[in-house]
């Protein structure tokens, strides 16, 4: 512990002329620098389009967006398990079950509501089929990243940020950091060096972080667990 301790402090002096910002499992020596700015969801190019909405449906398209941007990061940031992303998404939809349950229902009102065929339960049915659609189709959206590290190291920082807003304001985090989000999909790496869209880590032997590794002084049992 005291080497990699050690360790930590000299990657932090030889960081501090290029670096930007200290970061956990951090790709770059100097991250790209991403768009930033609030949005409503009704901008083209932050989510899918919901013709006709009203700001309700339009926030809770929003909302719904940043859940499924964070479901993503979940399953393809694992290779880093420093970013935490399986925690905090899992984390997120429980302290955040409320409004994100409340989304979902604003959203296949709407569906129904705009349903072109079929009446009553027929139209529940179309609009039933138009959430599923919709679902697929942002799944689709958020899966189609460019640079899977700057994707997971941005997802991680506004994962953080879902987790710890207050309950019933996931919504602002979504207003205020989906088109950071979105910039992070594209294809950027680092920018102290040309050429490389990050640092390949998977060399890196890593202590497991299961409670069964370490004992009672948080000593880790090397000949137990081994490195990874």
């Given at each position: ?135 697929t189709r942002l799944y689709s959206l958020f899966s189609n990243v460019g640079s899977q590290y700057l ?78």
């Open positions: 512990m005291r080497l990699l301790l050690g360790l930590l402090g000299l990657a932090s002096v030889l960081c501090t002329p290029i670096c930007t910002t200290p970061a956990a499992a951090q790709f770059f020596f100097k991250s790209p620098e991403l768009t930033r700015g609030p949005v409503t969801g009704a901008e083209p190019d932050i989510t899918l389009p919901l013709p006709g909405a009203t700001p309700a449906e339009t926030r809770a398209g929003l909302v719904w967006s940043l859940r499924a941007a964070l479901n993503i990061a979940a399953l393809r940031c694992q290779f880093e398990p420093t970013l935490l992303s399986v925690s905090k998404y899992n984390a997120m939809l429980k302290d955040h079950e409320v409004e994100l349950k409340s989304a979902l229902a604003t959203l296949n009102q709407y569906f129904t509501r705009t349903a072109k065929t079929g009446r009553g339960r027929g139209r529940a049915t179309s609009g039933t089929a138009g959430l599923d659609q919709y679902g994707f997971c190291q941005t997802t991680a920082d506004i994962g953080h940020d879902a987790l710890i807003a207050p309950r019933g304001k996931l919504y602002t985090v979504a207003e205020n950091r989906m088109r950071e989000l979105r910039s992070g999909m594209l294809l950027l790496g680092e920018q102290a060096f040309d050429g490389r869209l990050g640092f390949d880590t998977s060399f890196i032997r890593r202590p497991r972080f299961e409670e069964a590794c370490w004992d009672r002084r948080n000593v880790y049992n090397v000949r137990g667990c081994g490195w990874h």
